[in-house]
């Protein structure tokens, strides 16, 4: 299905993510299929139109699609205005002058936003309907010949009928499951026929998430999957193909100051002993932990440069929470330690080297002051090496 492509990198369509992934020159880019969840992008209406937006990025390049089926979060005008008038109360108990009223103009622009953002939902909640939404995303993605649509596994039926779409328009498509759930199992013995009718245009993604401090249970349990998946499938398992995916970069609620400044990649030891049995391809969060929701935190947040290495993340930390100035420190440690001369050539490292050099926190326009954007950063070195190193 993608010859010769052995890299597959899980991310999502929010702008730190998607940056890592538009700042990989066409050598690299080549070298992958990203499995890409798709999420609103700016003030869309609906997710097509992320999907057209991503479509840039990929150039002509394939990708497998999912999206994430959360509604946004949107404030009425009720709300807005009690919450104006709450404000109001505090400020004239406290002596301070009465805040500037919302002009008309404003207001038409909230509402606006807020009308938007409702049909946002209203498209999300079309596709996540349990009977028809499979299907109408299958359809939707269809109109895209680069992308492949992750199918809805709901039931046999939501299986077979997103799998007759497929069939019909002579496309393409995936089924991701997570081995350690109970739905896996379920989902695959109740569809063997229909996934053997199907399993030359069907790709089969084990998608383990966060196997950090849980390598070996993970590996005994895509092992258990893939084995009934085998037996199931008898000789038209030669046909199949199987990505594993996973990651082991420490989630956001563990805090790295509390970890070793070196972490090993698990995903590597994990891929390799599965493969010793199985053959699949390779996958991971490309450094960048999965997550659902918004997740804001409240807590601060320790300023850190990290270098991606072949097979290691090396953390450049200062304990100065929230202080921005301290990423110029710790990329200058980065650049003048050990371990540079491993570093892959590319955007990633080409940021670090001159936040170092010119003792600034603005590149070619960009901010690199928070969390965020080095998030890009070393999600950038990640593609370029694990694209280039398989």
């Not at 937006?53 to 999206?67: E, Q, S, T």
């Not at 500037?100 to 498209?123: H, Q, V, Y």
């Not at 991701?176 to 109970?182: A, G, K, S, V």
Request: charged content about 25%; glycine content about 8%.
């Amino acid at each position: 299905m993608f010859d010769g492509i052995q890299y597959f990198p899980a991310m999502s369509t929010r702008a730190h993510e998607q940056l890592a992934y538009a700042k990989c020159p066409s050598s690299v880019k080549n070298r992958m299929v990203p499995i890409v969840t798709l999420t609103r992008y700016d003030r869309e209406e609906t997710l097509e139109e992320t999907a057209s937006i991503l479509l840039n990025d990929l150039d002509g390049r394939p990708a497998i699609v999912d999206f994430d089926p959360l509604p946004r979060e949107m404030t009425s005008a009720e709300e807005a205005a009690e919450r104006r008038r709450r404000k109001q109360e505090v400020r004239a108990a406290t002596g301070q002058k009465e805040a500037r009223a919302r002009s008309p103009k404003e207001l038409a622009n909230d509402a606006e936003r807020r009308r938007k953002t409702a049909a946002f939902n209203g498209d999300i909640h079309n596709l996540t309907d349990p009977r028809q939404g499979p299907i109408r995303w299958v359809e939707m993605i269809s109109e895209f010949p680069e992308l492949l649509p992750i199918l809805g596994h709901g039931s046999r039926d939501v299986i077979q009928g997103q799998l007759d779409v497929i069939g019909r328009k002579g496309t393409r498509g995936a089924l991701r499951l997570d081995p350690r759930q109970p739905y896996a199992s379920t989902a695959i013995s109740g569809s063997l026929g229909s996934i053997r009718d199907h399993i030359e245009s069907l790709l089969i993604i084990v998608d383990l998430k966060s196997i950090r401090g849980e390598a070996t249970a993970s590996i005994a349990a895509a092992k258990s999957f893939l084995a009934q998946l085998y037996e199931g499938l008898g000789n038209d398992a030669d046909h199949m193909e199987v990505v594993l995916l996973s990651n082991s970069f420490p989630p956001a609620k563990s805090s790295l100051r509390d970890l070793s400044r070196t972490l090993h990649m698990d995903e590597l030891r994990v891929h390799r002993e599965i493969t010793g049995t199985f053959p699949a391809r390779y996958g991971d969060y490309m450094s960048v932990p999965p997550r659902r929701g918004s997740g804001r935190g409240g807590n601060g947040w320790f300023p850190h440069v990290d270098l991606v290495t072949p097979s290691t993340w090396h953390i450049g930390l200062y304990e100065n929470n929230s202080d921005k100035w301290k990423y110029i420190d710790a990329s200058i440690d980065t650049v003048g330690g050990e371990n540079w001369e491993s570093r892959a050539d590319c955007w990633g490292t080409s940021v670090i080297k001159r936040v170092a050099e010119e003792r600034t926190l603005q590149i070619d326009g960009k901010n690199f002051t928070s969390p965020t954007g080095w998030i890009s950063v070393r999600a950038n070195q990640h593609l370029t090496q694990m694209a280039l190193n398989r």
